[in-house]
């Protein structure tokens, strides 16, 4: 039988319209596709939770893909190796509680587990805004990233989520929006973003899974945002916080719904 371009066409714009249609209330939006958010987006939807994730970029991933310095192998402590065997990521012990894994196979392995799991993953949309109610974050504003790109001048459309996590990594952007257009204050030391300090990777690691909370009614970071936007340093290419970040959103967030 020939094949008919309009099939094709349909074919892709009816299951695209599909869903949008269902995720336009969910019990999580999740902004952002690196290594936080996509191990956020896996445990929730494990627990039986409608998750959707919003990535600006085409790549799912993040800043994984180039490991450190395009070097693609990525570093993880022990603490975080059991994330790795949940999601059958292949790693090696390099030293005593420093274990080694290709960044290829760790992103390429996170993106299909955690799109396996249940999560709706939306790519080249850009969370450009939040929805608000006098007292909490209840949802996201999107547009295109490639309107965005362009510079057009284009009204966005809105989703609905329970909650929102941050999970746009050092550019804390959800964060940004809220602390500059909505009135009250982040749950930070100063009510503002207290910005990401230069690089201590044992200190930071461990601050990322303190820092890893709600920050506004209805809106949690993680991963490096949950850094930058309690005042955490950076840590360079080792990765274990970001994935037990990721886990501890998620675990927070199941309890709260
Ligand atoms: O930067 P990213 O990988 O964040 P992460 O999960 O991990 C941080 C590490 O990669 C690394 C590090 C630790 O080792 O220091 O930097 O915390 O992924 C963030 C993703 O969010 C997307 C962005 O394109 C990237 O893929 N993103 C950022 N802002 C938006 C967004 C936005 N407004 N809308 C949609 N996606």
Known sequence: MALNEIIITKA???????KLISNLETDVAIVGGGPAGLVAGYYLAKAG????????????????????????????????????DEFGVRYQEYQDNYFVSDSVETVSTLTSKTVKAGVTIFNCICVEDVVMRPDRVVGLVLNWSSVEMAGLHVDPLAVRSKYVVDATGHATEVVQVVSRKVPGKLMTPTGKIEGEKSMWADNAEKLTMENTREVFPGLYVAGMSANATYGGPRMGPIFGGMLLSGKKVATELVTKL
């Open 49 to 84: 939770k409608k998750v959707a994730l919003y990535e600006r970029k085409l790549s799912i991933g993040g800043g994984m893909w180039g490991g450190g310095m395009m070097f693609n192998e990525i570093v993880v402590q022990k603490e975080a190796c059991s994330i790795l």
């Open 12 to 18: 892709i714009i009816d299951r695209y319209y599909e």
